[in-house]
């Protein structure tokens, strides 16, 4: 597939290829073995894979904060310019910065305006239903509503490409799975194209269209596979048989070690 | 907090100032320590008492003295750390010379700054400001090296320019860092200003040396809790400013709630 057809395909998702890229760092060796994949706008595809196995990496080298030692990455916008959103392991919130001022950080950064600014971070507070905390500063806020507003921070400058690296992992499990559905919905709403790392099956069918399951490290691609769920992911779908039977599924595929 | 907690929480730190004097007073009185090597604490008293007009005048020079040295110390110190931590090269060229830079005692050093800058004020705001100059150093740096690398790569993601970067994350990251490297030059400041008066004349250090030479011991000590005072003053100063600037927002600033 050449890059016009993404260019065609592309609404407000970015395409990701991934063509032999390798990653070797000093004292761990090499963690990305001569990957190739790629991702079509709009996709929302979760990184599965066992701790350490180079899922970080992988996301790093798509939001341009590290180089590749071989191979290529190449990411191509649909329309204008390819604009990451980047959601970290923790909420990294700036902890001087209330959750408001948090979100217009990357509109301030590219020089917007501060009123301009922070009326589009309301939109965004209000998206991730965070609006009468918006004074609130970091160390006030709990652990889900930190990272909501980390999320509404990625969200702002309208990415076309979203990041996210385990962002839900150190949350309680209610928390875990109302930004769960959050994140669907934003992500059914906007369109973009999403890749989302995480090392739980669960969670990985529960959120993507499309799972690539990485074996430990070197990494390499062990499954590559779509979710035959139905588009509305909310509460009940995760006690239907259905979503059980594809969780089965990807297990039985690729026996992930135990986590500690 | 009412009176009553106000009393306990004062009577610790009051309790060996006054069983001290008490002693000092009673031994002088009865001779068991000669007058000339300790006052009585009534005399030193009387002494801050009588001499109370030329005291408050020196302590005003030497507190001015020892606030430019400081403020003299905190942006050299400062941009120099600032600096250093953008130019890996520049701090490995300077950065020991830093160190052993703050090694050299003042009182060797004074007398060269009279040579330099004569007799009077700039000598000892010199001298104030080379004892406050390295904790500011050292601290500003530590603290502009500490950012949190995710904090940065959050910058790095949205190509925030080397000034975004400065102005608005390792700055503000590192003033907990800055402020207790303040701290401690601010006590040290008042130190080097008293040092500096010594050689290059006026202030509680003119005070001191005067009175020794006088045999008034009573007021060298009058005059050394003067300049204890001034220090503790300039050191509660930098506490206010940084509970106001780090209140909302830093841990060691933070109400316990």
Known sequence: MNSSSYSEQGKSGAAVRCEGISRAFAGTGLVLDRLTFQIEPGEFVALLGPSGSGKSSLLRLAAGLDRADGGRMVIEAGQGTVSRGFVFQEATLIPWRNALR???LPLELQGWEMERAKARAEEELRRVRLMEFAARYPHELSGGMKMRTSVARALITRPNLLLLDEPFAALDEPTRHALQEQLREIWAALGMTILFVTHSISEAVFLANRIIVLSPRPARILLDSSIQLSETRTAPLRTSVAYVEEVRRIATAVPLPEET | MNLKTRISALLP???????????????????????YLIPAPSEVIRSLIDDRVELAVAAWTTLSSALVGLLLSFTTGTLFAIALSSWDLARRAFYPYAVFFQTVPIIAIAPLLVIWFGFGQPTVIASAAIVSVFPIIASTL????????????LFTLYSASARQMLLMLKIPFALPQIFSGLRIASGLAV??????????GGGLGSVVDSARTQQRIDRVFAAVLISALLGAVLVGAVNFISALTLGSWHTSERKTS
């Open chain 2, 13 to 35: 730190p009051l309790l060996p100032l006054i069983v001290s004097m008490g002693l000092a007073e009673t031994a002088v009185r009865l001779g068991w320590v000669p007058a």
């Open chain 2, 142 to 153: 530590l603290g502009l090296k500490s950012t949190e690398p995710a904090l940065i790569d």
């Open chain 1, 102 to 104: 948090n979100i217009t």
């Open chain 2, 191 to 200: 130190v080097g200003a008293i040092v500096g008066e010594f050689i290059g």
